[in-house]
């Protein structure tokens, strides 16, 4: 439906009226927990962004690479660089290619361990736990410890967690939740293999 100008006005204005409501009323401060997860791309991509945010900002970013870590990623480069940015790559790879669960457990733990050191340094202002969202999925962490720790974090600090298949009780306790939607992917409808800049 086509708006006329005084209508496309009124729209504007009402929504204009609702934000500053909204905005008058948002008084707090916090640390997060956010949460991204779904089937779809861009979940990494987007923490990430919010990471480049904090050291933007003068923050200090932590960073524990779960699964992906095996593989190589520009984003992990210009990460390495930051001298605000502590950037811990503990994951061999997909489950699929390691197919040994008490590896993968194991490779989870020291990541888990590195997590609860950045979460445990007040100097930290945010720390993105990439792909820990699998991890609980398949049980290789004690998933009412995590939630445990994450509930005890500091007032201020952001945590990110990302990766498919979130738990409904980190969903739960989460503050903010991104579901990633699949609509279409060129590997899977064209069969166009991972490329750099795009994929890594």
């Known amino acids: 439906m086509e708006l006329d100008n005084d209508e496309h006005r009124r ?11 909204k905005r008058a009323a948002a008084r707090q401060e916090k640390g997060l927990l956010m949460v991204y997860t779904g089937p779809g791309k861009g ?9 480049l945010r904090v050291l933007g900002h003068g923050g200090r ?26 950037f811990q790559v503990v994951g061999e790879g997909y489950t699929w290619n390691t197919q040994d669960k008490a590896r993968d457990m194991a490779t989870a733990a020291k990541g888990w361990r590195e997590a609860q050191r950045m979460l445990d340094d007040p100097a930290f202002a945010m720390v993105i736990l990439d792909e820990l969202n699998v991890v609980l999925h398949y049980g290789y ?45 060129p590997f899977r409808e064209q069969g166009v ?7 890594f």
Request: net charge positive; aromatic share 6%; with cysteine.
């Open 11 to 21: 729209r504007a204005q009402r929504h204009q009226q609702g934000f500053e409501r």
């Open 43 to 51: 979940k990494t991509t987007a923490a990430f962004g919010m990471g």
């Open 61 to 86: 970013l932590g960073v524990v690479q779960f699964i992906k870590g095996a593989l190589d990623s520009a984003e992990r480069g210009i990460f390495l660089q930051q001298p605000g940015c502590d």
């Open 141 to 185: 962490l004690d998933l009412e410890e995590v939630l445990a720790v994450f509930a005890a974090r500091r007032p201020m600090l952001h945590v990110v967690c990302t990766g498919r298949n979130a738990p409904p009780a980190l969903i739960e306790l989460a503050d903010l939740v991104s579901e990633v939607r699949a609509v279409k992917h």
């Open 193 to 199: 293999k991972a490329q750099a800049g795009v994929e």
